[in-house]
């Protein structure tokens, strides 16, 4: 019974998206909904988005294992990156009018770092959609025992789930993630509170449960060890927290939103929310410890995908029926949501940014039939990553933020904020963090104290600073107004609007002035 109300609800999900892509008709509907999410779904695409199968499954049963100290990407890094791209990054992203991340390393460096920067984005989804695809064959492994399928293996299960995914998602594109993140964020919050409620019960009481998790040292958040064990914690929040800056999914939802005031808030509220409520699936993982003890048996399997499967057979073993169907819509809401995001943003990059500068002739019909073929390319790509893999879907997010922390941040910060960032400074920056990294990550991973992406971070920053500052040996190939122009410290008052003195400045930049219709004024057209 149960594994048919899950398999209506993939159904209805499926529904939904080829009720979108009834919205859909272009290749901008596609990528970022035609600019017009209001704040409800604008919140509700970031918040669904970030809460995905990691956190429900791996997160939780990470910190279940070896407590907060364990886990210091995600929800802390998580929540803290969707601030400050809130804070330092939104108005900039809404005002540039582009259609993905890599439109931005285009006007700012050129084609060369345009199709590199895109690139290695694009690669680094892999993993976190490697991640969504683990968890949702996961709960259909799981069911499927239950339901006597013994025959049934977890990558049987992966396809399953990933070809669920790729047919909701090429049909409705970001239309089709707004409205099914709308549902699923109300399914998350009321399944996984009810849950709580009732696993708290089970285990004797909240107060039992946490008392529990604090005299284990579950909830100690800083390392006790030495220098090693502070630099690998350290560099675990920094991947996740600065990382995941310059991701495509982040933009999307930035210039999704119907005008640069939405997309703020959006941001800011969907990570302050992701924050808070990222500790309730924690809080039920370690009630499982607390009702059965045995449970911690599980984390010794010598496949490490399998200690995640410690909610699903709680949920199945301790609770009711209609329970058990809260929980698993809750679970599939999370992980569908979060699925879907991570293959349109790798599609809409790699099409936009590295495809289209080669193919100049490609018209709107042809871009939106390309995009959607390659979505479903890098669906398989990430469907063969999870079923080869063995990582926890913690630990194949650690990774994939890496590659954008080393690649990608860096020409991103400096060409906002920084006037004298040049192509050079780029490139070189790309090539000293993608080799520091690289090398570390092969040649010392076994070095405690050298966490490869802060090695890789550090060099990327002496590569921007080297190759901007030394002489230009690469020329600038930037010939449009350069993006420092647009730092928001110096276009908004104190409410948050365009003040009228700058109106006058944004004129002269190929804008127009705030209007009852558009308070904050056209974006900048730097074409």
């Known amino acids: 019974m149960l594994t048919v109300a899950v398999l209506g609800y993939l159904l209805f999900t499926v529904g939904i998206g080829f009720y979108a892509s009834s919205r859909v008709h272009g290749a901008k509907d596609f990528m970022v909904a035609g600019r017009s999410l209001p704040l409800y779904m604008n919140f509700t695409c970031v918040f669904a988005t970030w809460f995905g199968a990691e956190t429900v499954l791996s997160v939780s049963a990470t910190f279940a294992k070896g407590g907060l100290v364990e886990i210091p990407g995600d929800p802390f890094g998580a929540a803290m990156c969707l601030v400050l791209v809130a804070v330092f990054f ?26 590199f920067t895109s ?23 799981v069911l499927g025992q239950q339901a006597g399928l013994t025959w049934l293996l977890l990558d049987h299960c992966i396809i399953v789930g990933a070809v669920v995914v790729m047919i909701y998602t090429v049909f409705g594109g970001m239309w089709s993630v707004a409205l099914t993140d709308m549902i699923q964020t109300v399914v998350i919050i009321v399944g996984l509170i009810i ?44 991947t996740v927290a600065l990382g995941s800056i310059p991701q495509q999914d982040v933009f999307q939802r930035v210039t999704s939103a119907k005008n640069e005031k939405t997309a703020v808030r959006g941001t800011l509220l969907g990570g302050s929310f992701y924050f808070l409520f990222a500790f309730v699936p924690m809080f039920i993982a370690y009630s499982a410890v607390v009702i059965t003890p045995e449970t911690l048996g599980i984390f010794e399997h010598g496949d490490e995908r399998h200690i995640q499967r410690v909610l699903p057979e709680l949920i199945l073993n301790q609770t009711p029926f209609w329970a058990q169907a809260i929980f698993f819509g809750a679970l599939l809401s999370a992980i569908l949501s979060t699925a879907s995001g991570t293959l349109l943003a790798p599609a809409s990059l790699f099409t936009e940014n590295v495809l289209r500068p080669f193919l100049p002739d490609l ?12 979505l479903i390319l890098f669906g398989i790509a990430a469907t063969w990553h999870a079923a080869v893999s063995n990582d926890t879907m913690y630990q194949m997010v650690q990774g994939a933020y890496s590659v954008t922390l080393v690649g990608a941040l860096v020409p991103l910060a400096a060409g906002i904020y920084w006037s004298r960032s040049t192509t050079q400074g780029a ?85 127009s002035g705030p209007s009852k219709d558009n308070p904050y004024g056209s974006p900048p057209r730097i074409d």
């Not at 992203?93 to 460096?109: A, E, N, P, S, V």
């Not at 019960?201 to 579950?218: P, T």
């Open 195 to 238: 849950v709580a409620y009732i696993l708290s019960d089970i285990a004797g009481g909240a107060d039992k449960v946490i008392e529990s998790a604090y005299d284990s040292g579950r909830l100690r958040l800083f390392p006790k060890e030495g220098i090693g064990s502070w630099l690998t914690f350290i560099a675990g929040f920094l």
């Open 90 to 115: 939104a108005r900039a992203f809404y005002r540039m009018d582009l259609l993905t991340i890599g439109d931005f390393y285009h006007k700012k460096y050129g084609k060369i770092v345009e199709v």
């Open 119 to 141: 690139i290695a984005i694009t690669l680094s989804y892999l993993g976190w959609t490697a991640a969504q695809l683990t968890a949702l064959g996961l709960v259909l492994f």
């Open 363 to 374: 018209q709107e019909k042809n871009m939106l039939v390309t995009l959607r073929s390659v």
């Open 427 to 511: 490139l070189a920056s790309i090539v000293m963090g993608m080799g520091g990294w690289g090398y570390c990550l092969y040649f010392h991973s076994d070095v405690e104290w050298l966490p490869a992406q802060l090695v890789g971070l550090v060099a990327s920053v002496a590569g921007m600073l080297m190759g901007s500052l030394m002489p230009q040996y690469i020329p600038n190939l930037v010939t449009e107004l350069p993006l420092d122009a647009l730092n928001t410290t110096n276009l908004v008052d104190s409410s948050g609007l365009c003040s009228p003195e700058n109106a006058l400045d944004l004129g002269s930049l190929g804008q």
